[in-house]
């Protein structure tokens, strides 16, 4: 069974950091690429971004190229997202995705961790 | 403002069949998959559909896909209380180098 599990959320004070993990089972993780979306309170799915299972290539949304680096640890099964420059904007619910074609064809999500952003 | 335009709500009764669209351009939906996703209040999105029209084991029939062109259709037949959800499609834009969703549907079964 697939499990991802988010951790790392919590309340930051903008321009400040935070790195989540995802600590991923249930499948050979470095054979996958994986992805993080955020939604918002109230709001929708927003795309953040993805990474191959080489971390050869990795992808960012517009909104947080260059403030966030996804990366991973094959050897840990565990995804990651370092935040910086956080602002009040980047308040959301991160998930934790599979993403078998590197494509936004998602077909797991952990069940997120929260980020607040917020003086 | 999402890339993908979908209606903000849809409703119909129980037993009905209700169809959610998805539309986008050929950046996104045009050369790329769609995938169908259901968000059951307070918990994670789920995978419906994806590659268009294919079905995860588990998801029953009632759930279909299509697309044609620049948009993407979610087919529910034989509504149930349960099926009250939002509903997001989603893709790659090949312009963004990046993913995309649609803004998200909200069912409500009368």
């Known amino acids: 069974e697939v499990q991802l599990l988010e951790s790392g959320g919590g309340l930051v004070q903008p321009g400040g950091s935070l790195r989540l993990s995802c600590a991923a089972s249930?499948?050979?993780?470095?054979?996958?690429?994986m992805s993080w979306v955020r939604q918002a309170p109230g709001k929708g799915l927003e795309w953040v971004s993805a990474?191959?299972?080489?971390?050869?290539?990795?992808y960012y949304a517009d909104s947080v190229k260059g403030r966030f680096t996804i990366s991973r640890d094959n050897s840990k099964n565990t995804l990651y997202l370092q935040m910086n420059s956080l602002r009040a904007e980047d308040t959301a619910l991160y998930y934790c995705?599979?993403?078998?074609?590197?494509?936004?064809?998602?077909?797991?999500w952990g069940q997120g961790t929260l980020v607040t952003v917020s003086s | 403002q999402s890339v993908l335009t979908q209606p903000p709500s849809v409703s119909a009764a129980p037993g009905q069949k209700v169809t959610i669209s998805c539309s986008g351009s050929?950046?996104?939906?045009?050369?790329?998959?769609v995938s169908w996703y259901r968000q059951l209040p307070g918990t994670a999105p789920k995978l419906l559909i994806y590659?268009?029209?294919k079905r995860p084991s588990g998801i029953p029939d009632r759930f279909s896909g299509s697309k044609s062109g620049t948009s993407a259709t979610l087919g529910i037949t034989g509504l149930q209380t349960g099926d009250e959800a939002d509903y997001y499609c989603?893709?790659?834009?090949?312009?963004?180098?990046?993913?995309?969703f649609g803004g998200g549907t909200k069912l409500t079964v009368l």
């Open positions: 990474i191959s299972g080489s971390a050869r290539s990795t």
């Open positions: 249930g499948f050979t993780f470095s054979s996958y690429s």
């Open positions: 995705a599979k993403d078998p074609k590197l494509r936004c064809s998602i077909d797991y």
């Open positions: 989603g893709t790659w834009d090949n312009s963004l180098s990046g993913g995309v």
């Open positions: 590659e268009d029209n």
């Open positions: 050929n950046s996104n939906i045009g050369n790329n998959y």
